[in-house]
């Protein structure tokens, strides 16, 4: 189905149409100004003719100025596009970290968004906005909602891609693996959200279902895993009310780690197991 036109739109076509046939009249008046001269013949008619061309011109100069100041708008928006592409992507797996960060459901599975808006603002006003000329600015200050809205939905297609390439490294960082494990969470169909550091009880990853709650502890480690983390993530599995409680990590987990973990009914394992999660906690969605 073709789009309907804007009213802007419509109103600047209006506003084309119209200097063309004034342009048009000018020009038939000046080819034949004898004739028509001859045909008026009187002073006064010829007075009343000049105050119609200067009537004429002055109304194509009102309709041309805000036509004219679109056309540079829009040539404006176009080369702004253009710089915009360039620094998204030149900070895309920045965008990307930092959206993951900031966009987290809450408790009660809710996602807020005004970190993430504050952060697209400061990163528009740092990145961006210093690279635009006079009219780029003008042109951002009329439409910086909307290039919000471009950048916004370039990282979150960005985003979903690298969640279907989720890949462990090990140049990782702490954090990072903790959201590379909520991300395999989220793979595996549940609701899964990264804790804050101030107060987490030894808790990194919450992961939800509606009748389900996992507790997870993510731990990046170059040596096995000790029982301190096993005795940590059992006191939250208490503090959160959840139904389970995880440890993950790259590495091998100690003698007395598997000790313990056996007795607190806490499950070790390494982050590839993450996407058969359901499996593991005898829950297979495929057995039902």
């Known amino acids: 189905m073709a789009r309907r036109r804007t009213k802007r739109e419509e109103r600047a076509i209006g506003s084309f149409f119209l200097i063309v046939l004034s342009l048009a009249a000018l020009g038939f008046i000046s080819r034949n100004w004898e004739a028509i001269w001859k045909a008026i013949g009187t002073p006064f008619v010829w007075s009343v003719g000049f105050i119609v061309c200067i009537i004429v011109l002055g109304a194509i100069i009102l309709v ?113 693996y903790e959201h590379l494990c909520a991300d395999l969470l989220r793979e595996a169909g549940w609701s899964a959200r990264v804790t804050t550091h101030s107060r987490d009880f030894g808790v990194d990853v919450i992961a939800e279902k509606p009748d389900r709650r996992i507790v997870v502890q993510c731990k990046l480690y170059s040596s096995p895993v000790g029982l301190k983390a096993v005795q940590e993530i059992a006191a939250g599995k208490v503090h959160e009310l959840a139904n389970h409680a995880i440890v993950v990590s790259n590495r091998r987990f100690t003698t007395a780690a598997a000790q313990i973990a056996a007795t607190n009914g806490v499950l070790l394992l390494h982050h590839d197991d993450l996407t058969r999660i359901d499996q593991l906690l005898g829950h297979d969605p495929q057995a039902r």
Do not use: C
């Open 64 to 176: 041309a100025r805000p036509l004219l100041a679109r056309l540079s708008e829009r040539r404006a928006l176009k080369t702004m596009s253009g710089k915009l592409e360039g620094v998204a992507e030149k900070h895309m797996v920045a965008l990307v970290r930092r959206r993951r960060q900031l966009v987290q459901a809450d408790a009660y599975g809710h996602t807020p968004m005004d970190a993430w808006t504050k952060e697209l603002i400061h990163f528009m006003n740092t990145q961006l906005r210093p690279l635009l000329n006079e009219a780029e600015e003008r042109a951002f200050a009329n439409h910086s909602a909307k290039v919000a809205y471009a950048i916004e939905t370039k990282v979150e297609e960005q985003a979903k891609t690298a969640m279907r390439d989720l890949a462990f490294s090990d140049n990782m960082k702490p954090r990072e």
